[in-house]
């Protein structure tokens, strides 16, 4: 009796179907661990992180006036000439502490 089940878990062994199997489902159960981890124990801190590379636009308008001659003839106006763009890539804490650079 025990040879008959010996030889039945050797036949379930020697099976490339079974192997096949076992690396799917240890495959699987990796993906859905990862899963779980980056959504549900650290999904708040990437959040955070997506939340603080959000990009914001700030529109300054120039400090200067037209200038004119004499004659109150423009010489010179007000006119957008550069657009620059400016990449914050400092560390921050909070949401707070970015916002308030």
Do not use: C, H, P
């Amino acid at each position: 009796m025990f040879d008959n089940i010996k030889e039945f878990f050797r036949t379930i062994f020697r099976s490339r179907l079974l192997v096949a199997a076992t690396v799917m489902v240890l495959l699987f159960s990796v993906l859905i661990f990862r899963m779980f981890q980056l959504q549900i124990i650290k999904g708040a801190e990437y959040q955070d992180n997506y939340t603080l590379k959000i990009v914001r636009e700030r529109t300054l308008n120039s400090t200067r006036g037209n200038i004119l001659d004499r004659n109150g003839e423009v010489l010179a106006y007000n006119e957008l000439a550069y657009s620059i763009t400016i990449e914050d890539n400092g560390s921050y804490d909070s949401t707070k502490e970015k916002i308030n650079f």
